[in-house]
């Protein structure tokens, strides 16, 4: 029986998926729900510092860049927030104890630390179906936290992409 399920979770269709999962089993054994978000600063949704850099002798931010890349993370982090709360309060009017929060770093690390910290019984991902070298190069949350745990973990599968969905993906993961 789980008492303390931590969520980790993202703004996609995936993340919904395990968010509403992870509601129906914290109902079923009266467990507390911890939901978190990890702003990662690798991943392709967020704003890349790199892309920012004028000159690639001696890689320098302007002011104007810097303040421009600075906002767009404090858009994303307030935007993160919002959905949490949103979360938090859909679990509460379901009857379920929920808290959250959001923390910047590698997402499988993160999920890990903040668990084990929790006390968590058990950690519900998703996995996004990534495959081959998409999945060598991005890395894989899922597979992260699967090994490094020090609890049980469920991973909920996101919609599998097609071949050439995979392909795609593997084109733009060579790319950067």
Known sequence: MFHKILVGLDNSEIGKQVFEEALSLAKTNDARLMILNVLDPFDERYPN???????????????????????????????????????CKEASTQGVTAEFTQNFGEPGRTICEIAKSWKADLI??????????????????????????????????????TEAQELESQETASVI
């Open 49 to 87: 510092a790199l892309a920012l850099q004028t000159n690639s002798i001696y890689p320098t931010f302007h002011a104007e860049a810097m303040n421009y890349y600075m906002g767009h993370w404090d858009q994303l982090k307030q935007e993160g927030i919002e959905f949490l709360r949103l979360l």
């Open 124 to 161: 519900m991902v998703g996995r996004r179906g990534r495959l081959g070298l998409s999945e060598f190069i991005l890395g894989s949350v899922s597979n992260y936290v699967l090994h490094h745990a020090h609890c049980s973990v469920l991973t909920i599968q996101g919609v599998i992409p």
